[in-house]
C-alpha cells in the first residue's frame, strides 16, 4: 500500500464537458506529478506540482491543468473533453521534486469520454 | 529524446520458471532507473529503483541489473508464480527531462 489515493475510481464524461481529477500524495512527500496511460502504452507525464507551483510539463495541451494545495494534494483539471482523452490517468507523489527521487503511485482514476 | 523500449511485449510461461524481462534505453544520461508492476486496470506498484551508480538492485525473488553504458536493464524473476501475472514497466529519468520516460511494457502470465 503506498498510501497515494486517487479520486474517483472510475468517470465517464461526455465530450466537450470539464472533469477534474483528485489526488493526495503519500504523508510526507510534497511533489506530485500527473501521467495519462492510454491502452496498451505507457504512462505519458502531464505535469508536476512542487510545494504548489508547477515544476515541470510534458507535451499536453493548455486545456490539461492543475493545482497542488498547500496539504500537497493534488487536482487535475481537463476542459473540453475530447474523446482521445479516455485513459488511466497516474498520479505519483515524491520526496522532493530531485530527479533521483522514487515516485510512489496511486490507483488511477479511469476516464471514459463518450 | 530519450525512448524506452522493452521486449517481449508479451510472454507467458509455466509456474517455477526463471525468466528475464529485457528493457533498452536510447540515452545513456539517466539518473535513475525503476521498475514497475501494474495489475490490469490498476496504479503502478514500484518494484526496484536502480540510481545510476548502481549496477544491481534485489527484492526476494526479483534482481533488476543496469548497464548504462549500453542502455539496458532486465528484470530476472527467480520461480515465477501465477501471482507475478502483470504487466511490467520500466522507466528512467533522464539529465534533459527530469521526468519518468516509460516504456510500453511486458505483459507477462505464469500458468499453473
Same mark, same amino acid.
Given at each position: 500500500e /503506498?498510501?497515494? /489515493?486517487?479520486?474517483?475510481t472510475h468517470l465517464i464524461k461526455t465530450r466537450g464537458q470539464q472533469v477534474t481529477l483528485r489526488c493526495s500524495s503519500q504523508s510526507g512527500h510534497n511533489?506530485?506529478?500527473w501521467y495519462q496511460q492510454?491502452?496498451?502504452q505507457g504512462p505519458q507525464f502531464i505535469f508536476q506540482y512542487y510545494r504548489e507551483e508547477e515544476n515541470g510539463r510534458g507535451n499536453f495541451p493548455p486545456r490539461f491543468s492543475g493545482l497542488q494545495f498547500p496539504n500537497y494534494s493534488s487536482e487535475l483539471n481537463v476542459n473540453a473533453l475530447e474523446l482521445d482523452d479516455s485513459a488511466l490517468y497516474l498520479c505519483a507523489s515524491s520526496l522532493g521534486?530531485?530527479?533521483a527521487t522514487e515516485?510512489?503511485?496511486g490507483q488511477g482514476t479511469r476516464l471514459t469520454v463518450v | 529524446k530519450q525512448e524506452v523500449t522493452q521486449i517481449p511485449a508479451a510472454l507467458s510461461v509455466p509456474e517455477g520458471e526463471n525468466l528475464v524481462l529485457n528493457c533498452s534505453f536510447t540515452d545513456s544520461a539517466i539518473y535513475n532507473l525503476q521498475w514497475f508492476r501494474q495489475?490490469?486496470?490498476k496504479g503502478l506498484t514500484s518494484l526496484l529503483l536502480i540510481q545510476s551508480s548502481q549496477r544491481e538492485q534485489t527484492s526476494g525473488r526479483l534482481n533488476a541489473s543496469l548497464d548504462k553504458s549500453s542502455g539496458r536493464s532486465t528484470l530476472y524473476i527467480a520461480a +515465477?508464480?501465477?501471482g507475478d501475472s502483470a504487466t511490467y514497466l520500466c522507466a528512467v529519468? +533522464?539529465?534533459n527531462t527530469d521526468k519518468l520516460i516509460f516504456g510500453t511494457g511486458t505483459r507477462l502470465q505464469v500458468f499453473p
Open positions: /503506498t498510501g497515494v /489515493t486517487q479520486s474517483p511533489t506530485v506529478s492510454a491502452l496498451g521534486a530531485g530527479p515516485a510512489f503511485f | 495489475d490490469p486496470g +515465477s508464480q501465477p529519468v +533522464s539529465y
